[in-house]
């Protein structure tokens, strides 16, 4: 299988919605996040796979707004991916979007299969967290707009 190096090549993929996402050459930040309903579990590779962020943020528009502003300031692109657009993901994607993060998903079906090729069998927030970070990092293909 072939990974994809976000830091050379650029594209945009076509959702299944006919939505479509961009990505650039350079991301500065993958941040990947597992939702949930009070929380969610954050995991943030740069594009050389250098973990800069790995913790439990809360559901809480001014927290999640500290994060992210913080990373664009630190490292500039930030591209914030979540595993649920909808629902409980709404919220973390409107702060992104609003921080001026760029937002992208990671459907079910992909987010299963590629867990399935990393080591380990138990399902923790933080592992997906790592394998949504990941995925965006080297298989940006995999990634769809939230609309």
Known sequence: MRAYDTTAEAGTFNSPGGGRCSIPKTWGVFLGLD??????????????????????????????????D?????????????????SIGALPLAVARDAGCKVAY??????????????????????????????????PHTLRSPG
């Open 70 to 86: 913080k990373l664009t300031a630190k490292f500039g692109t930030v591209l914030v991916i979540v595993d649920q657009p909808a």
């Open 35 to 68: 939702v949930g309903k009070s929380a969610h579990h954050g995991h943030g590779l740069t594009p050389a796979g250098k973990k800069i962020l790995d913790k439990q943020l809360p559901n809480s528009e001014p927290r999640l707004r500290a994060v992210f």
């Open 106 to 139: 990671l459907p079910g079906l992909a987010m299963r299969r590629i867990a399935d090729l990393y080591p380990g069998e138990a399902k923790t927030d933080a592992r997906d967290a790592a394998v949504i970070a990941d995925a965006a990092r080297t298989l």
